[in-house]
């Protein structure tokens, strides 16, 4: 039974990349079912998939997923060879904790700082509230890399797991507003930037040519 993910834009919608760029960096197949949000009732079209009407939403035969945490767990459960999840249980308690943090919370830093990947922005002053939430992600971010990622360029060593899926997007808007962090940080950044799941992502957001203006700056 083959997997389908529905997204949005990939310039745009942050939620999107995070479970596409897991299950693309972890080999896991799936078939991607996509919408604009510029296309007549997308809304509508969603709810066929889940009556939430939100993306992204997984499918896996009669099972339905969505939201972004949830279906890193299920994918999780439903391929535990390909590591989604840190192997150890510490650090997989503490990818699940910062994971949960990015989908609830930071949001000064994404009213602030709209993800778009064609764009590049480097002279938008952060709000207050944006500074105290790029404080909060680097201080993530360096905490994790010191305490876990030591065997490697993520935050939770060598292999690219659920946890920087979720910060993936803060990477793209960082880069985009050339937010200024620190040396841990800019070689974090720089080894998200590149693996092939964001290279191949950020290739097809450019493609894209339609604008979506509330998300734009």
Same mark, same amino acid.
């Given at each position: 039974?083959?997997?389908?993910?529905?997204?949005?834009?990939?310039?745009?919608?942050?939620?999107?990349?995070?479970?596409?760029?897991?299950?693309?960096?972890?080999?896991?197949?799936?078939?991607?079912?996509?919408?604009?949000?510029?296309?007549?009732?997308?809304?509508?079209?969603?709810?066929?998939?889940?009556?939430?009407?939100?993306?992204?939403?997984?499918?896996?035969?009669?099972?339905?997923?969505?939201?972004?945490?949830?279906?890193?767990?299920?994918?999780?459960?439903?391929?535990?060879?390909?590591?989604?999840?840190?192997?150890?249980?510490?650090?997989?308690?503490?990818?699940?904790?910062?994971?949960?943090?990015?989908?609830?919370?930071?949001?000064?830093?994404?009213?602030?700082? %709209?993800?778009?990947? /064609?764009?590049?922005?480097?002279?938008?002053?952060?709000? &207050?509230?944006?500074? =105290?939430?790029? *404080?909060? !992600?680097?201080?993530?971010?360096?905490?994790?890399?010191?305490?876990?990622?030591?065997?490697?360029?993520?935050?939770?060593?060598?292999?690219?797991?659920?946890?920087?899926?979720?910060?993936? %997007?803060?990477?793209? /808007?960082?880069?985009?507003?050339?937010?200024?962090?620190? &040396?841990?940080?800019? =070689?974090?950044? *720089?080894? !998200?930037?590149?693996?092939?799941?964001?290279?191949?992502?950020?290739?097809?957001?450019?493609?894209?040519?339609?604008?979506?203006?509330?998300?734009?700056?």
């Amino acid at each position: 039974m083959t997997l389908k993910l529905v997204i949005a834009d990939k310039n745009y919608s942050s939620w999107s990349m995070r479970p596409w760029i897991a299950m693309t960096a972890a080999g896991i197949e799936f078939e991607e079912i996509f919408f604009n949000f510029n296309m007549p009732g997308w809304k509508a079209a969603i709810r066929e998939y889940s009556p939430a009407g939100k993306v992204p939403i997984l499918t896996d035969g009669e099972v339905t997923v969505w939201e972004s945490l949830a279906i890193l767990d299920y994918l999780h459960e439903r391929f535990p060879e390909t590591g989604i999840w840190p192997d150890d249980w510490a650090a997989r308690a503490h990818a699940r904790s910062i994971s949960s943090e990015m989908a609830t919370g930071f949001t000064g830093l994404r009213g602030h700082y %709209p993800m778009n990947m /064609r764009r590049s922005v480097p002279d938008r002053a952060p709000s &207050e509230a944006a500074a =105290a939430d790029i *404080a909060r !992600v680097t201080a993530i971010w360096r905490h994790a890399r010191a305490t876990y990622g030591t065997g490697g360029d993520f935050l939770f060593g060598a292999k690219f797991c659920g946890a920087d899926a979720m910060y993936a %997007p803060v990477v793209s /808007r960082f880069t985009t507003y050339a937010v200024e962090v620190g &040396e841990v940080e800019q =070689a974090y950044m *720089a080894a !998200v930037r590149e693996t092939p799941a964001f290279k191949a992502w950020q290739a097809e957001a450019l493609k894209e040519p339609w604008i979506v203006d509330e998300d734009e700056v």
